[in-house]
C-alpha cells in the first residue's frame, strides 16, 4: 500500500503561485510514475502533470510553461510549482502513484484562484 498526503493549496488571487506537496509512504518500493489531476466542479477529472521515476515529465496543453512538477526521491515527495494562475485553475488537486499495477490517490487539496 501506498499513502499520499498533499499539502499546499490555498487562495491566490489571479497571477500568483502556489506550490504543492505530495508526500509518499508506505511501500515505496517500485513507483512506476507519480502526478496531478485536478477536479474543478461539474467537470470530470483531468490530468495536468506526471513524471516518472526516470524523470521524464509531461503536462496538459492549458498549464504548460505555467506549472513544472519535481520529486525529491530521498523524500518521497513531488511537488507542483503552479505560476502565473488563473480562475479556471481552480479546483481540487489530487495527487496520484502509480505502482506496478495499481494508482494510488491521495485525498486531495483545494486550490481556489480568485480574480
Known amino acids: 500500500q501506498v499513502q499520499l498526503v498533499e499539502s499546499g493549496g490555498g487562495l491566490v488571487q489571479a497571477g500568483g503561485s502556489l506550490r504543492l506537496s505530495c508526500a509518499a509512504s508506505?511501500?515505496?518500493?517500485?513507483?512506476?510514475?507519480m502526478g496531478w489531476y485536478r477536479q474543478a466542479p461539474g467537470k470530470q477529472r483531468e490530468s495536468v502533470a506526471t513524471i516518472t521515476s526516470g524523470g521524464s515529465t509531461a503536462y496538459a496543453d492549458s498549464i504548460k510553461g505555467r506549472f513544472t512538477i519535481s520529486k525529491d526521491n530521498a523524500k518521497n515527495t513531488v511537488y507542483l510549482q503552479m505560476n502565473s494562475l488563473k480562475p479556471e485553475d481552480t479546483a481540487v488537486y489530487y495527487c496520484n502513484a502509480d505502482r506496478i499495477t495499481t494508482r494510488y490517490w491521495g485525498q486531495g487539496t483545494q486550490v481556489t484562484v480568485s480574480s
Open positions: 508506505g511501500t515505496v518500493s517500485n513507483i512506476n510514475a
